[in-house]
C-alpha cells in the first residue's frame, strides 16, 4: 500500500499534524472520538506526503501520487466494520429508476467501476487505494486497503429492504441507497497502519489564546481567493435536450466539408462566457498553454467565429486525449450524451494559473448548469 512505502521524516509529520488536529477537537465537538474534517483530512495527506490534492475535481480519487490514486475517508471506528459512502449517482438516476432490484445494483455497479476506470484514465493512474483515517475514543487509527472495482459477474445476495438494496460480489459487501441515489461498502479496519493515541484538550481556545497571545503584533496576509475559473458544457442544448451534436464538438471530426482527422473535435464556448468573463481567454488564435488533469501539457487556442471554440494546436491532440484517452472511444464512434451520462461528467472546469497557464479538469454532471444560473441571478441583480 502507500503509507508503508513513505520516508519516516513525512511519516512523522504525518502522525503528529493528525494528533494535533485531533487534540482541538472540542472545537466543533463534545464527543470522545477525536474529529477530524475530511477536507482537513485530505489537505494534510497531500502536504505531508507531496500528493496532488484532487478533491477539487469530480473523480473517485481525492488524491494522486505517481501512478497511485487515494481515496481519502475519514469516520468513526466503531465495531471496525461499517457502511461508508463511496459514490453518489443522483444525476444518473434516470438510467436505472423503474428497474428491479437486480437490475438495478448490476447498473450501480456497472457505473461505478466506469467511473474507477474512467479516473485511472484521466489522471494516468495504474491503480486506486483508500486510505482510511478512522476514530475510536482516545484514538486515531490509519489503515488502507484496494478501491476494487465491483466483480458484475458475481454479485449475489441482492437483498431488498425496502429503501436499501444490499448485495455481495464475493469480495466487499455493499448497499445502496435508493431514494439517496448513494452506493455505501462495508470497510473493515483491520490491519491498522498507524495506532496514535490523542489527548483532546478540554480548552482547544485556551491553548489557541496562548499560541498567538505575544507582545509584537501579530502580521495578517489577505485570504488568497481562488483561481479564476470558468465551466464549459461538452454538451448542446439548442435541440432542448441534452445533446452531443453529430458534426461538431467533441463530433467535429465526422463533419463534412472537408478532410478532417479522427481526433478533430473542440469544446464549445457559450457566448454568454465571453460577455461575462471578457478578459478570461487570450484573444482568439492567440496560443497558450492547457494543463491536463495527468500533468502533461498541450497547445491550446480559442478559435472560431464569436471565438465559439477551445481547440489545441494541432487540433488532433485535444481529440487523442479526450476521445480516446479519457472516454475510450474508438475511431469513427460517435460521442453521445449517454456515454457522458454513464461516467457522470458533463462539463470541464478551466482554472486560470497566476502563471498565465490554464488547468483543465472534468465535473460532475449539473455543474455547467448551476454556473450559468448563477451568472443569470448575478446578471439580473444587477439590471
Not at 503528529?16 to 487534540?23: A, C, Q, R, V, Y
Not at 459514490?87 to 429508476?97: P, T, V, W
Not at 436499501?164 to 479496519?189: A, C, P, Q
Request: with cysteine; net charge negative.
Amino acid at each position: 500500500m502507500f503509507l508503508s512505502n513513505q520516508p519516516e521524516e513525512q511519516l512523522e509529520y504525518y502522525r503528529e499534524m493528525l494528533k494535533t488536529i485531533g487534540s482541538l477537537s472540542r472545537l466543533f465537538s463534545e464527543s470522545n472520538e477525536p474529529y477530524v474534517e475530511y477536507r482537513i483530512a485530505e489537505n494534510l495527506f497531500c502536504k505531508s506526503f507531496g500528493a496532488k490534492n484532487l478533491s477539487r475535481t469530480d473523480c473517485s480519487a481525492d488524491a494522486s501520487k505517481g501512478n497511485l490514486g487515494i481515496g481519502i475517508k475519514t469516520f468513526l471506528e466503531k465495531n471496525g466494520a461499517t457502511m461508508q459512502k463511496v459514490a453518489e449517482f443522483n444525476s444518473e438516476h434516470n438510467l436505472f429508476r423503474g428497474l428491479d432490484s437486480e437490475e438495478k445494483v448490476r447498473k450501480i455497479a456497472e457505473l461505478r467501476n466506469k467511473r474507477i476506470d474512467t479516473t485511472k484514465r484521466i489522471f494516468g493512474l495504474d491503480d486506486l487505494i483508500y486510505h482510511c483515517v478512522t476514530r475510536k475514543k482516545g484514538t486515531i487509527l490509519v489503515y488502507e486497503t484496494g478501491m476494487a472495482s465491483v466483480d458484475v459477474a458475481n454479485i449475489t445476495g441482492v437483498q431488498d429492504r425496502n429503501n436499501i438494496i444490499g448485495f455481495s460480489d464475493g469480495l466487499n459487501e455493499y448497499s445502496f441507497n435508493v431514494s439517496k441515489s448513494t452506493l455505501y461498502k462495508r470497510f473493515h479496519t483491520e490491519n491498522t497502519i498507524l495506532n496514535l493515541p490523542v489527548k483532546i484538550l478540554d480548552d482547544p481556545f485556551e491553548a489557541l489564546e496562548k499560541m498567538f497571545s505575544r507582545a509584537e503584533p501579530i502580521l495578517t496576509f489577505a485570504p488568497i481567493g481562488e483561481l479564476p475559473h470558468i465551466f464549459l458544457p461538452l454538451y448542446s442544448t439548442k435541440s432542448g435536450a441534452k445533446t452531443v451534436p453529430e458534426k461538431s464538438g467533441l463530433n467535429q471530426w465526422n463533419a463534412g466539408g472537408r478532410s478532417r482527422t479522427p481526433n478533430e473535435v473542440y469544446i464549445p464556448i457559450p457566448s454568454w462566457i465571453h460577455s461575462a468573463y471578457p478578459n478570461f481567454f487570450p484573444d482568439r488564435d492567440q496560443s497558450f498553454n492547457l494543463i491536463l488533469p495527468n500533468g502533461a501539457e498541450m497547445s491550446a487556442k480559442v478559435c472560431q467565429d464569436n471565438s465559439k471554440a477551445l481547440m489545441s494546436n494541432p487540433n488532433s491532440a485535444l481529440g487523442e486525449w479526450l476521445l480516446r484517452g479519457v472516454l475510450n472511444l474508438k475511431e469513427g464512434e460517435l460521442l453521445t450524451y449517454g456515454k457522458l451520462e454513464e461516467i457522470g461528467l458533463d462539463s470541464v472546469v478551466i482554472y486560470k494559473t497566476e502563471s498565465g497557464k490554464f488547468d483543465i479538469d472534468f465535473t460532475k454532471i449539473g455543474t455547467y448548469e448551476n454556473f450559468q444560473k448563477q451568472n443569470q441571478a448575478v446578471d439580473e441583480e444587477e439590471v
